[in-house]
């Protein structure tokens, strides 16, 4: 009768720590020292749900925000946006040029899986224009 007590209070200790420890998973900004983010939700994307936030207040609006599916910054300098594919050990893949703005498409290992953009698989992009830069993963979605 007690082990069947210890089993069973054991067992919905388990099965509290496997709904707590997915939601404290992920809950650090993926790019640092940005003027601004952006977050995406729900789909991997143009269609997906934009939630724009300040600096100050980027970690604790992405912690509300559910089912994140990727996530941009911007910089004042384009060094800052270079800085974190290097951080993550991107690799370039391609650029093109449009409207004023370079684009750099790369692959990290130590991102999620990405988009397929020309038969490449894409998990970081940087755009950079005249006055500033912007970095996402897996791609900037909503324009910059």
Same mark, same amino acid.
């Given at each position: 009768m007690f082990a069947k007590r210890i089993a069973g209070l054991i067992c919905a200790l388990l099965c509290m720590a496997a709904?707590?420890?997915?939601?404290?998973e992920d809950r650090t900004l993926l790019?640092?020292?940005?003027?601004? @983010?952006?977050?995406y939700s729900l789909r991997q994307n143009s269609n997906a749900q934009i939630t724009v936030s300040d600096a100050e207040h980027a970690l604790s609006v992405r912690c509300g925000i559910q089912n994140i599916t990727g996530e941009s910054a911007v910089y004042a300098?384009?060094?800052?946006a270079f800085f974190q594919a290097e951080k993550y050990g991107a690799e370039l893949l391609f650029t093109e040029k449009a409207a004023g703005?370079?684009?750099?498409? @790369?692959r990290s290992a130590r991102l999620p899986d990405g988009v397929a953009l020309f038969g490449k698989q894409v998990n970081l992009h940087i755009a950079v224009r005249e006055g500033g830069a912007c970095v996402g993963s897996p791609l900037i979605f909503g324009g910059f």
């Open positions: 709904l707590i420890v997915p939601q404290l790019f640092e020292g940005a003027l601004s @983010y952006t977050f300098d384009a060094a800052d703005v370079t684009n750099y498409y @790369y």
